[in-house]
């Protein structure tokens, strides 16, 4: 593709070269650039592009460069020298990032144009969320992929995921794929760094989501205070048909009074106002799925439903999910079949078993997460509550004597396992898990090899007991000091639960 098609109505400024070049590829990672590509230098936190720059050109064959105006390293006079010295085209833009995203999206054929995309933020409920609605549209029929924490979905590919919402360039190269693959719609996470540092520039939303907004992410390489991070996540409205807010959470009316004007407004909650509400809810157990019984009451659908997920929490993200299925035009019955059925790789995710017990696979993994996740489903247990966890290594020590005492004062019983141990002693990390446990009266069993611990997990329960796997959750890997092999609790507790089945555990 020629550059001058490629930079048109991006507002970027030729400084020498010929802008009918033409360009192979567009890459921001120097690591990737091929000859006849195009290197886009962004600064990020711990590097800065620029610095990158000749080699890309004189090393890999790049035949242009854009750069940051006022960059401080290459300055007009600098970019002439590159480009009289070696051929390539040197190229200014005034925000390399909103530029990264407008050059993918020319050169892989404006493929944003050809979906519908849901974005869903908030700090939490957005991967869950994001399942629940793929699950109903593909249900119905409708092909979509999916852009979050846990995994990319394009078309029948799995592709691991880096960021909850990866860089612009990765963005259009995979709804490149999924347009490809015939998708006509995207469900995807949008994190608050993803609005902020315009990885999802350009883009426009049928549906825009906000789901909560707790205390998180304050760190000076993310958001300063509350307050950036909720007007970061804001600006997820900005360009979009409906927004979709949870009326009960704090913050809605000044989430409102932002989207108002900007789209059509619909919200949902479980208290009086919302325009789609979940009343007359109740706990239900069906075979291993632990659940949730409610009605819905809404513009779009009104009966009876059941979201295969436990906790007061799924439903709202079930309500958020109901929201957009109703705003597409998707038929009950796809929602009625689609949430009764939903799992979510690590999100309290149940193992089938018909052994008349609960298995749960969750990522909790530090005290406040492993707490509510237990409280949760010591409501929905009829037996007992076993709690199996573990906590990483070279990372902070006093979650490890968080998570003992919680667990060991809210479970029946304990197991203590190993997790990601790192570069440290395995036996190490569950000393310091057992200083914590061993200040209250819980029950408690150390075993050190994380599939025995789940095996033994699971033989010891009885019908009408719970097993919560945590910590882990849609990790498919375990770290330790001198390899990293695959590992997923999901797959271990399904291959213990067959031999439960068979009478060997």
Known sequence: MRLSDILENTGCRI???????????????????????????????????????????????????????NNGRLDDSALRALSEKTGCVTVAAADTRRTLAQVTAAISGHPEEKLRICGITGTKGKTTSTFMLRAILEQSGIKAGLMGTVVNMVGDKRIHSEHTTPESHEIYSMMRGMVDSGATDLVMEVSSQGLKLDRVYGLRYKCACFTNLYEDHISQNEHPDMEDYLNCKLRLFDNCEYGIINRDCHCAGRVTEYAEGKCRIVTYGLEEGADVRAVNLRKERRGHITGTG???????????????????????????????????????????????????????????????????????????ALESVISTLREYTEGRLITLFGCGGNRARSRRFEMGETSGRLSDITIITSDNPRKEEPAAILAD?????????????IIEDRTEAIYRAIAIARKGDTVLIAGKGHEDYQIFADRTIHYDDFEVAGEAVEKAEAGRL
């Open 15 to 69: 400084v020498a070269g010929d802008a009918g070049t033409d360009i192979s590829s567009v890459e921001y990672d120097s690591r990737k650039i091929t000859r006849g590509g195009m290197f886009v230098a962004i600064k990020g936190f711990t590097s800065d592009g620029h610095d990158y720059v000749e080699s890309c050109v004189s090393d890999c064959g790049a035949a242009a460069v854009l750069v940051q105006e």
């Open 294 to 368: 409610f009605t819905i009451v809404s513009p779009f659908y009104n009966g009876e439903l059941f979201v295969a997920l436990p906790g007061e929490f799924n439903v709202y993200n079930a309500l958020c999910a109901i929201c957009c299925a109703g705003v597409l035009g998707v038929g009950f019955e796809s929602v009625k079949s689609a949430l009764a059925v939903v799992s979510v790789p690590g999100r309290v995710q149940p193992v089938p078993n018909s052994l008349g017990i609960s298995i749960l696979v969750d990522y909790a993994h530090n005290a406040a």
């Open 433 to 445: 898990i057992r200083t914590g446990i061993d200040k209250t009266d819980g029950y408690y069993e």
